[in-house]
C-alpha cells in the first residue's frame, strides 16, 4: 500500500505562484510513476504533468507547458508540482497519483489516469482574475 499526501494549494490572484507538495509513504520501492491531475467543478479530471521516479523524465500537458513544472526530491520521496503565471481556469482541486509504470520508448507521453493505482486526497486551487 501507497499513501500519498498532498499540500500546498490555496487561493492566489492571477499571475501568482503555488508550489504543491505530494508525500509518499509506505510500499513506494513499486512506483515508478507519479503524476498531477486536476479536476475542476463540472469538468472531467485531466492530467497535468507526471515523472518516471527512477529517470526523472517528465511530461506535461499543452494547457501548463512552460508554466508548471513538475519535480522530485527522492531523499523526501516528494513530488512537487511548481505552479507559475497561474490563470482563473488553472482553478481545481488538484490530485496526486502514483503507479508502477515505469519509462519505456513506448510510454514517452503523459500517462493517463488509468496507469495509476493510488491517490491522494487532493488540494484546492485557487485562481482569482
Known amino acids: 500500500q501507497v499513501h500519498l499526501v498532498e499540500s500546498g494549494g490555496g487561493s492566489v490572484q492571477a499571475g501568482g505562484s503555488l508550489r504543491l507538495s505530494c508525500a509518499a509513504s509506505?510500499?513506494?520501492?513499486?512506483?515508478?510513476?507519479i503524476g498531477w491531475f486536476r479536476q475542476a467543478p463540472g469538468k472531467e479530471r485531466e492530467g497535468v504533468a507526471h515523472?518516471?521516479?527512477?529517470?526523472?523524465?517528465?511530461y506535461s500537458a499543452d494547457s501548463v507547458k512552460g508554466r508548471f513544472t513538475i519535480s522530485q526530491d527522492k531523499s523526501r520521496n516528494t513530488v512537487y508540482l511548481q505552479m507559475n503565471n497561474l490563470k482563473p481556469e488553472d482553478t481545481a482541486v488538484y490530485y496526486c497519483?502514483?503507479?508502477?509504470?515505469?519509462?519505456?520508448?513506448?510510454?514517452?507521453?503523459?500517462?493517463?489516469?488509468?496507469?495509476?493505482?493510488?491517490w491522494g486526497q487532493g488540494t484546492q486551487v485557487t485562481v482569482s482574475s
Open positions: 509506505g510500499r513506494t520501492y513499486n512506483i515508478n510513476s
Open positions: 515523472i518516471y521516479t527512477g529517470v526523472g523524465i517528465t
Open positions: 497519483a502514483a503507479g508502477g509504470r515505469g519509462y519505456s520508448s513506448r510510454w514517452n507521453f503523459l500517462l493517463p489516469s488509468d496507469e495509476y493505482r493510488y
